[in-house]
């Protein structure tokens, strides 16, 4: 995973994004929110935008992500916690939000290894469209075709965004 030291230079930044629609993001956010409709895993979850809007929706939301800093600034009622995606993890949630989150990771496979084993509906990845240059905080950028193949053997639909995002639907 790269340095992701954005927490500890802007602090609780996603809220400020979704209030603003920076970078069209109340789209994407909302794609996320209105796919799933149980419980649910936040993959990368920051300070818990999706968290907490999923918790208004009424749903059981759990938010994982590896940076100690984004974990401290959710707001306390959320159920963040900080976790390496690396490692095993035992619960079982229907839905599996990756939104911004697999452009990230040394082992992307991780994604559909967390899918494979603990998510028993549907899986939403939203990811930025690949641009001539890599950007500081991405490992890889993933184009449609690439999303598609990490989830070979289920059913997948792709999301077309805009110019800047896109991402996939995973159904088992």
Not at 140 to 146: C, D, I, M, Q, S
Request: aromatic letters at 12%.
């Amino acid at each position: 995973m790269t340095d992701f030291d954005k927490y500890r230079e802007r602090g609780a930044y996603h809220y400020d994004w979704y209030d603003k629609n920076t970078f069209t993001y109340c789209t994407t956010v909302n794609l996320c929110v209105d796919f799933c409709n149980g419980t649910t895993l936040d993959v990368g979850c920051g300070e818990g935008l999706i968290v907490d809007l999923l918790q208004q929706k009424g749903l059981e939301v759990t938010g994982i992500d590896f940076e100690q800093v984004a974990v401290d600034l959710a707001l306390p009622e959320l159920d963040i916690r900080q976790a390496d995606i690396y490692e095993a993890m035992t619960e079982k949630w229907e839905y599996m939000v990756c939104h911004n989150v697999i452009e990230h990771l040394t082992k992307p496979e991780r994604i559909r290894e967390i899918f494979d084993q603990n998510i028993t509906k549907a899986a939403i990845i939203i990811t930025d469209m690949p641009q001539l240059e890599l950007s500081k905080y991405h490992i890889k950028e993933f184009t449609p075709k690439e999303l598609k193949d990490i989830f070979s053997g289920w059913r997948v639909e792709p999301i077309s965004i805009n110019k800047d995002f896109h991402g996939i639907k995973v159904y088992k």
